[in-house]
């Protein structure tokens, strides 16, 4: 079993509210908008990190992440990508592949809006954990935290922070 946070859109901000949740965790998913590499770099000093790069993502980070990072965790298929749209309205750049041969999970981030929402035409699970960022309108600071257990994906919670 591995506990998983799940975060997105930080845009360089990383404080210890988002630290102490980060020493939960197994292991920590970034679905891009990084912003200054201190914060991926903050996390991976505590635990593991996966992640993808964002639209306001510099070269160093489009160096270090991949655009999409498709990954196995215990035996769940996940897909985490930046601008991926939702059920059914995916982005054109992923709909096809999405379609061809869907993960499990498919992360995505880019909107600030935390949504989770199976799509089950695609039998997966998409999950968008919103911004833990402080810039951009959102009101709430989220993320994602949940486990994973063999094929079930369990004990979902949403963590809300203020944004300022």
Same mark, same amino acid.
């Given at each position: 079993?591995?506990?998983?946070?799940l975060l997105s859109d930080? @845009?360089?901000?990383?404080?210890?509210?988002?630290?102490? @949740?980060?020493?939960?965790?197994?292991?920590v998913w970034h679905a891009?908008?990084?912003?200054?590499?201190?914060?991926?770099?903050?996390?991976?000093?505590?635990?593991?990190?996966?992640?993808?790069?964002?639209?306001?993502?510099?070269?160093?980070?489009?160096?270090?992440?991949?655009?999409?990072?498709?990954?196995?965790?215990e035996d769940v298929d996940?897909?985490?990508?930046?601008?991926?749209?939702?059920?059914?309205?995916?982005?054109?750049?992923?709909?096809?592949?999405?379609?061809?041969?869907?993960?499990?999970?498919?992360?995505?981030?880019?909107?600030?809006?935390?949504?989770?929402?199976?799509?089950?035409?695609?039998?997966?699970? @998409?999950?968008?954990?919103?911004?833990?960022?402080? @810039?951009?309108?959102?009101?709430?600071?989220?993320?994602?935290?949940?486990?994973?257990?063999?094929?079930?994906?369990?004990?979902?919670?949403?963590?809300?922070?203020?944004?300022?």
């Amino acid at each position: 079993m591995k506990k998983i946070l799940l975060l997105s859109d930080t @845009h360089s901000y990383i404080d210890d509210a988002i630290l102490r @949740h980060v020493k939960q965790a197994d292991e920590v998913w970034h679905a891009g908008d990084i912003g200054d590499l201190n914060v991926t770099d903050s996390i991976k000093k505590l635990k593991p990190l996966k992640g993808v790069y964002g639209n306001i993502d510099d070269a160093k980070a489009r160096t270090e992440f991949p655009l999409d990072n498709r990954f196995m965790c215990e035996d769940v298929d996940v897909w985490i990508t930046h601008i991926g749209g939702y059920p059914p309205k995916y982005n054109n750049k992923v709909k096809e592949a999405l379609v061809a041969n869907p993960p499990d999970i498919f992360i995505t981030g880019h909107s600030h809006i935390l949504k989770v929402m199976p799509d089950k035409k695609l039998n997966l699970l @998409h999950m968008n954990p919103g911004a833990a960022g402080t @810039h951009g309108f959102h009101k709430v600071r989220t993320m994602l935290r949940f486990k994973i257990d063999g094929k079930n994906i369990k004990d979902l919670e949403v963590i809300e922070f203020e944004k300022r």
